[in-house]
């Protein structure tokens, strides 16, 4: 009876003992069921959500733009390439960078005034369109000779949408030198035209003169007046600029109009404007010819057409032009395959960098599910700003401590019967 009492006694303690170790295991299984069913309702609803299929990857062979003459891989049904009479040009989907064909694209030709959509692109976010400037007469030295003008006054206080205005609208070389003076000086803002245009990838283009005008060295290329303006599209306040047909001018105490020596766009001297035409910046100089970017809309897509020096048709056969190949290339979406991109090509170190934190984190993945600890650098680079030397290790104290706990339970129940068992032979 007293051995029962006490077998019962130390059955009670270690079952209350392993109660008490057990309910937190209890609770994470709990959890765990939990998260487990979680999971699974979420794949199962993922899977009746499937993604759709993403399209086969195309080969792009960068290096077709660099031969001459027309690069264009037509589908089945598409139409026929206008014959345009341009040195150079390029059709671009704005959106993918897709180059859908072109001529010489990579062709070294003076720019004229387009280059002053890579002038805007650097220059641009240096001050907000309200900010007030008062032109100083040295500002406005150096205007080449023929050089287009707006018409900006030394003394005057204008905007610097104002001055914006004379760039696009009235291709103001006066605007640019202020504007320039005002982003750090002319050969400081040829050093920032430069990289800007490295940084996106338009190495054919070489800026001694930022406003364009013709200089020893100058050039830029179809494809890179192409990158210069689907970049623009992607900045609201460069897209408002190009594309304004009319503004008025400040004077002093009074204004005049100007309007936008973009023919497509305002619909002069006899060229019928472009639908959809979004705009973005003509060029002419007696070296460099009639230049332009050109950029419209048509539905959910936008394409960018530049063209360079035209051969024939007179100074308006840009324009018409660049119309033949915005009607090409929204005939055209989706029956051609690309021949190739205005997206910068990655450089190595970049490429690296992304091999190595794709091969970690592929490494991490893989550990975790074969439930063995990762290398120490794929910890680093999975959770960076924890120091895995500070981490609670796993110690075989927290696989000892039941059975201790168990132990001194029995040996209490024990000790208990040996007391009662004493006690009772005394009373016997």
Request: with cysteine; net charge positive; charged share 15%.
């Amino acid at each position: 009876m007293i051995v029962t009492s006490a077998v019962r006694h130390a059955a009670a303690g270690t079952a209350a003992v392993l109660f008490v170790l057990s309910a937190p295991a209890a609770t994470a299984s709990s959890v765990t069921s939990t998260a487990t069913a979680s999971s699974t309702a979420s794949v199962s609803s993922a899977s009746s959500l499937r993604e759709p299929t993403p399209p086969a990857r195309q080969y792009l062979d960068r290096a077709r733009l660099d031969r001459k003459g027309t690069q264009v891989q037509p589908l089945p049904g598409a139409p026929d390439v206008p014959s345009v009479s341009a040195l150079s040009w390029v059709v671009a989907d704005a959106s993918s960078g897709e180059v859908l064909a072109a001529r010489n694209a990579h062709r070294k030709l003076p720019p004229a005034s387009t280059l002053k959509a890579l002038f805007a692109l650097t220059a641009l976010p240096g001050h907000a369109p309200s900010e007030q400037h008062t032109v100083a007469d040295s500002e406005l030295t150096g205007i080449g000779d023929g050089s287009s003008l707006v018409g900006v006054k030394e003394g005057y206080t204008y905007k610097v949408s104002d001055l914006w205005n004379g760039v696009f609208l009235s291709s103001g070389n006066d605007a640019v030198h202020v504007l320039a003076a005002m982003n750090g000086g002319w050969e400081s803002m040829s050093r920032q035209m430069q990289e800007k245009a490295r940084s996106l990838g338009a190495l054919d283009t070489h800026v001694v003169s930022p406003d364009g005008y013709d200089a020893p060295g100058q050039v830029s290329s179809a494809y890179d007046l192409a990158v210069f303006g689907r970049t623009g599209l992607q900045d609201p306040a460069f897209t408002r600029y190009c594309s304004t047909a009319y503004a008025d001018f400040p004077a002093g105490s009074w204004s005049y109009g100007i309007a936008n020596t973009n023919r497509l766009l305002t619909g002069a001297d006899g060229v019928a404007r472009y639908p959809g035409l979004i705009g973005i910046k003509n060029g002419y100089t007696s070296n460099a010819g009639n230049t332009l970017i050109s950029a419209a809309r048509r539905g959910d897509r936008t394409l960018v057409v530049t063209v360079m020096n035209p051969q024939g048709g007179g100074g308006l056969a840009v324009y018409e032009e660049a119309r033949e190949l915005l009607d090409w290339g929204f005939e055209a979406a989706g029956r051609v395959q690309p021949v190739g991109s205005l997206l910068p090509v990655p450089t190595k170190d970049t490429a690296d960098a992304g091999t190595r934190a794709v091969s970690v984190a592929r490494e991490g993945r893989a550990a975790k599910a074969a439930g063995q600890a990762p290398r120490a650098g794929a910890v680093a680079a999975a959770a960076p700003g924890k120091d895995p030397a500070h981490e609670p290790a796993p110690s075989g104290a927290s696989v000892g401590l039941p059975l201790a706990l168990v132990g001194s339970a029995c040996a209490a129940a024990l000790a208990l019967w040996g007391r009662r068992r004493r006690a009772a032979h005394r009373v016997g």
